[in-house]
């Protein structure tokens, strides 16, 4: 019978009755007492030279306070790149400052250049729109595609910057000659050029800040959409304002989906915050639906072409990759991660390739900020090796499945060093082949072809196995790779006089559930009702640290340092419990909810023992303080490597291209699971995301710079009917041996390995129809797509 | 975006030359246009009021006139700012060749939008500049042409007879204005 309490219970998100009773609080409810609004003004071309800023005619106008420009900025410190990259000669990655206003110059649709605040949101937005009538930018060629900008020094995001490139880096640089030779001798090279397409994260919040300022003690507050407030407090107070951190309070309350895109600090956050000092007033700003789609740092946008050298039986040989990854106009905190240590470290797969060389030119562009979105540099390792180890298993005539298990590192290799550098702790790779083969029912597909062909349809099978490195990171390690801050995390027990606990931790919850899976942990380890834990985060001012959510690291990282703080917490329990059970400390045993003297009926349950903590009377005051709270910082010694396998069945309509996901089986090991209702709700909308971006997304910039996909008229979200009813398995468990909870990560999971089995499928689909000079469609794979591509 | 096409307007060349040089005129033909005022020399001032898809504004901008050829060729190009709805800019090489029926005008037109209309309209702008440069062009020939001989005999069968008279030419309003 599954429990119904604690680990590895489904317990309901109790989040969600907040949430869907409209009860939840998200920056943009609050009001505050005399509040202000900020507009920002945007650039509406995407490259220019600003000639001439007239801010007379907008700061006359009713209502406005004041007005602010790049001008007003230039002293203070840019937003920084979180991650220094070198480039394969040795020299480091070019990193353009990055200004709260642009300031000289404008360089994507959106990029802000002026802001305006008011006492009211139209008045601010009026007076905008007559500082941008006021202004005067002379429009320079836009810099769009990444080949071209790296080709051509004369135009030039970064006047600074020839090239146009902020580094071109190779992994492992070393190996690079070995890889060579192996290609040249290689009894088969298949080769396949692909592209990651650009995606705008569309979180349904869209991002909002506020900034106040207290004139009485100097203390800034800034309530934010953010991911990561610890994070954003570090980032706009010692890099970009010069506030001392204890003077400012990073609060994030509810915040409606990031995906990423709010781990990033942004220049709206200084901007209210420099506002909220001069006018002593709260100053607000929300952003529209169309500035998310302008100034949100978007994802992926990968251009790559990649070589797989094997025999002729496909025993994979070596992989090379040449990637221009597209960063945009200026470098958002993790956007030199991402297309390096985020993916060229991945791209050994989950298979014993002895030789991998991985080359990624990363590309200033005229477009908006790229930074990591769910996944983040993995799904775009795994779409490249997926796709390609399909597009050989057809050019040698071999069964995809055959091919994997061929190739698969074998359960009694690990630990495994890979040849891009990672050691992969633990993993069953067959294990989970096996159960996505027999939960597909791969031998009854050939039926399910007969039957799709019979109404008019071609049905394919795709296949795509995926690993993952998350729970970023280790903090000695990700500093050796560039990282300029260390990835552990933190958390406070915090137990109350009658035994309720209120749990302070590092990372932040905007949908994954924390707030009922942590408490289940605490609850199972305390042998109390979960109804006794309180998750509390998202403020600066109430946490010891974080390093926020993202990289599937929360439960592994902050999870665990959580379970490290309940562990000192039954440790202190028990020195109290040995005074007043008149017993030796090492006599104490602590089972479910009690401190028991052993082999004796002696115990004092938890409350009893938390009560004398906060009213001593009966207390070893001499040897140990009054109280019951415990703080635990926790560095994880590896990454943790989730793993998995996914099949995906389509049906592609001949005459119209459209194709339609008819099942989506998912076979994963995440390790340990705490809560598998909520993992099962982490891998759907993983994979509705992942197929969202195989057929329907689309972030199309035109050669001017224009974003032609600004608004859900032109940008194609999945919606209920694009997706199939999934079939998720997560019974495959290899406990990840590094971290006391065993657990491995599971929020990118579907959004790294649906992208290649859906194209996967409908190339299987194309040639079953006999389409056999389809070998790859880009995504989105459109029905437009598809339909040139069969009648190309 | 680049639309390229051609037209055979029934009048001499030198009176398509004139009409195109002509505010008055330009501003009967451009759909939406409120005011175009200006010289060849300095440019025309214009007000355009265009809905593209959702998005309406007032464009305002300039219209210069480049590599002029008398009679034979011009470039027109403009900038017309709409606001909150951002922009749309483009130039238009138009030639001239007379043909027995009068002249034949081909017009190469390369046009961008920008901001909220780009962001917003995108999957309508081609069709949208399309369906403009078509009624532009039919004002412009209707213009110089005179009103079609059916809708003409009813409406002013004076001039269908002056244009009967002038070798097949019809005498529209704008060229009994230049005479």
Redesign the interface.
Known sequence: MPKDHGIGASSKRREDVRFLTGKGVYTDDLALHGQTYAVFVRSTVAHGRIKAINTANAAAMPGVLAVFTGEDFKDVGGNPAGWLINSRDGTPMREPKRPVLAHGKVRHVGDAYAAVVAETYNQAKDAAQQLADDTDIEELPAIIDMKAAAADASNRVHDEIPDNLCFDWGWIEDNRATVEEVFRTAPHVTTLELVNNRLVPNAMEPRASIGEYFPGTGDYKLTTTSQNPHLTRLLVAAFVMGIPENKLTVVAPDVGGGFGSKIYHYGEEALVLAAAKKLARPVRWTAERSESFLSDAHGRDHVTKIELACEKDGTFLAFRTETYANVGAYLSNFSTATPTFLHGTLMAGPYKVPNVYVNVKTVFTNTAPVDAYRGAGRPEATFSLERVIDKMCRELGLDAFEVRRKNFLTPDQFPYTTPVGLVYDTGNYQATLEKAIEMADVAGFGARVAASKARGKLRGLGLSTWIEACGIAPSHLVGVLGSRVGLYDAATVRVNATGNISVMVGAHSHGQGHETVFAQIVAEKLGIPESSVEIVHGDTSKIPFGMGSYGSRSLAVCGTAMTKAVDKIVAKGKKIAAHMLEASEGDITFEDGKFSVAGTDKAKTFGEIAFSAYVPHNYPLETLEPGLEETAFYDPANFTYPAGAYLCEVEVDEGTGKVDVVAFHCADDFGNVMNPMIVEGQVHGGVGQGIGQALCESTTYDETGQLLTGSYMDYAMPRADDVPFYNVDYSCQTPCTHNPLGVKGCGEAGAIGSPPAVVNAVIDALHRGGHTHVTHIDMPVSPNRVWQAING | MQLTDSRDIKAAPEAVWAAILNPEVLKDCVPGCESMTGSVEAGFEAAVVQKV??VKARFTGVVTFSDIAPGRALTLTGEG?G??A??AKGSAKVTMEPIPEGTRLTYEVQA?????I???G??IIDGFAKKMADEFFARFQQTVEGPPPAEADGADPETADEAGEASGEKKGWFRRLIG
Do not use: E, I
Request: proline share 6%.
């Open positions: 898809g959702p700012k606001g909150a951002g922009f961008n939008v920008g901001g909220k780009a962001q917003l995108s999957r």
